[in-house]
């Protein structure tokens, strides 16, 4: 409605000019338009009604429906498998030790960039209470810093495992 308006307005104003029959035109058009456009919605609607009707009232009969216990609990019974347990990867202390040879030596007989202690001979309560300590900050000296980086991505059993294999050697 508010198209037709404006396009009426906009005749009225500009009264009998030579794009009168233009602006005719372009009215007419814009009727047409709006009366199709309309009649497209009135067209949908009255064909998306009742098939959401009928929709509705179907997913409520089968939430509603009741479902018969006997036949369900049975095959709930024979879905569920045994759980297998799972158990955990060992880890090698000789493998995370391959990362500290570069600095500690290859039997852990070296002073790690000839500034931190050589921990050949350590137990392995002394070594995880050392690797913890480097991790939360409470131990270490000049190379506390390089330590902790190298030490941040070990899980406790890593820790755990790296220090049995250095009080081996």
């Known amino acids: 409605m508010k198209v037709v308006l404006s396009v009426v307005l906009a005749l ?3 009264g009998c000019s030579e794009q009168k029959e233009e602006i ?4 007419k058009t814009k009727v047409e338009e709006h009366k199709v456009e309309k009649k497209v919605e009135k067209v949908v609607q009255k064909s998306v009604e009742p098939v959401a009707k009928n929709l509705t009232e179907e997913v409520a009969k089968i939430v509603t429906a009741p479902v018969a216990q006997e ?3 049975p095959m709930a019974k024979k879905a569920v498998a045994p759980i297998a347990k ?3 990867p060992k880890v090698d202390g000789k493998l995370i030790f391959s990362k500290c040879i570069g600095c500690h030596g ?3 007989e ?7 202690k050589i921990i050949k001979g350590w137990s392995a309560d002394k070594v995880v209470h050392a690797l913890n300590g480097y991790t939360d900050g409470t131990y270490g000296g ?3 810093g390089v330590m902790k980086s190298q030490i941040k991505s ?3 059993d890593d820790i755990n495992a790296v220090a049995k294999y250095i009080s081996g050697l």
Do not use: P
């Open 106 to 108: 290859k039997s852990a």
């Open 154 to 156: 070990l899980s406790q």
């Open 71 to 73: 036949v369900v609990i």
């Open 110 to 116: 070296l002073a790690a960039l000839r500034k931190s």
């Open 142 to 144: 000049t190379m506390k």
């Open 86 to 88: 799972v158990e955990k």
């Open 24 to 27: 005719e035109n372009v009215v």
């Open 12 to 14: 009225f104003v500009l």
